[in-house]
């Protein structure tokens, strides 16, 4: 298995629904429930615009 699709693939347990690619297409409400539970986002879980921006705003931080 691990050959056929790497070691990356072997430790996703969850349903398409924890999935980042598929929670990026749920930004906003993904968004809303991390506040409302106060979890920290993750940036996997953005939009890759948004995960871009965010390292852009660090590096000129520094």
Same mark, same amino acid.
């Given at each position: 298995?691990?050959?056929?699709?790497?070691?990356?693939?072997?430790? *996703? !347990?969850? $349903?398409? $629904? $924890? /999935? *980042? @690619?598929?929670? @990026? $297409? *749920?930004? %906003? =409400?993904?968004?809303?429930? /991390?506040? %409302?539970?106060?979890? @920290? =986002?993750?940036?996997?879980?953005?939009?890759?615009? !948004?995960?871009?921006?965010?390292? %852009?705003?660090?590096?000129?931080?520094?």
């Amino acid at each position: 298995y691990i050959a056929k699709h790497g070691k990356r693939k072997v430790f *996703h !347990l969850g $349903s398409n $629904s $924890s /999935c *980042h @690619q598929h929670i @990026q $297409s *749920h930004y %906003e =409400l993904y968004k809303a429930w /991390c506040a %409302e539970k106060k979890i @920290q =986002l993750h940036d996997h879980a953005m939009p890759r615009r !948004l995960a871009n921006a965010k390292k %852009e705003m660090k590096k000129a931080a520094k």
